[in-house]
């Protein structure tokens, strides 16, 4: 797959790493972190422009977030809500994600990029939240800067001897990605254990049921 990506990079340039990375960040699984790994070692190989890769990556990445910030945003509450309670969740407990969402959420929207499935979800889960457009931009665009830096910078330092060298390199990759994971899932498990202890203080006040025998 990479060969056959890396042809489509040298034929097309820097459009089809935009339309691939814009169209993975709107919500679709195409293969994104394939396109970076090839683009960076093509730059390496001095048969592409790194800069250009990274800023087309990085503007992709972007505005591709926005999309699905939007498409949350105007529909993502109503498919919550609508699909929800299928699965005993009420509206008052969205409410109260939502709420953890807009705290927890900034680190989660930063770290996402490197996350299969989360890249592709995290805009949208933004939008759904109603994160302020002005947080989430910060933190979409740090995120979209960050993400090729580290795949395509990367791939690009080992260029020059991928044929070489290109088993190690996806164990840097590899590396790279398994610290985010763990930020994330520190991130998201601080997010979960604050929601059970506020559902769990919820409960705790509540009146007791009246005995049935004493009645």
């Keep these: 797959m990479l060969d056959r990506i890396m042809e489509w990079i040298a034929d097309y340039g820097t459009v089809i790493v935009f339309a691939t990375i814009l169209i993975e960040s709107s919500g679709l699984p195409v293969p994104g972190e394939s396109m970076l790994v090839a683009a960076g070692v093509l730059a390496g190989q001095g048969r592409i422009g790194f800069w250009e890769i990274l800023l ?7 505005l591709g977030d926005n999309v699905g910030y939007a498409l949350g945003r105007r529909y993502g509450r109503g498919f919550v809500y609508r699909y929800a309670g299928r699965f005993g969740i009420s509206k008052s407990q969205v409410a109260r994600l939502e709420q953890r969402f807009l705290k927890r959420g900034p680190p989660i929207i930063l770290f996402a990029r490197f996350i299969f499935i989360l890249r592709q ?8 939240a109603r994160m302020p457009y002005g947080r989430f931009s910060f933190y979409n665009v740090l995120g979209a800067g960050l993400w090729p830096a580290a795949y395509c910078g990367g791939a690009y330092l080992l260029g020059a001897a991928v044929e070489q060298y290109l088993a190690m390199g996806r164990w840097v ?15 998201i498990h601080r997010f979960l254990r604050e929601i059970r202890s ?16 004493s009645q």
């Design 198 to 213: 506020e559902a769990g203080k919820e409960d705790g006040g509540l009146p007791p049921e009246p005995d049935a025998s």
């Design 56 to 62: 087309a990556a990085w503007a992709g990445g972007a």
């Design 121 to 128: 979800l995290a805009g949208f889960l933004a939008g759904t």
């Design 173 to 187: 990759f590899a590396a790279v990605g398994l610290c985010f994971v763990v930020a994330l899932g520190l991130t």
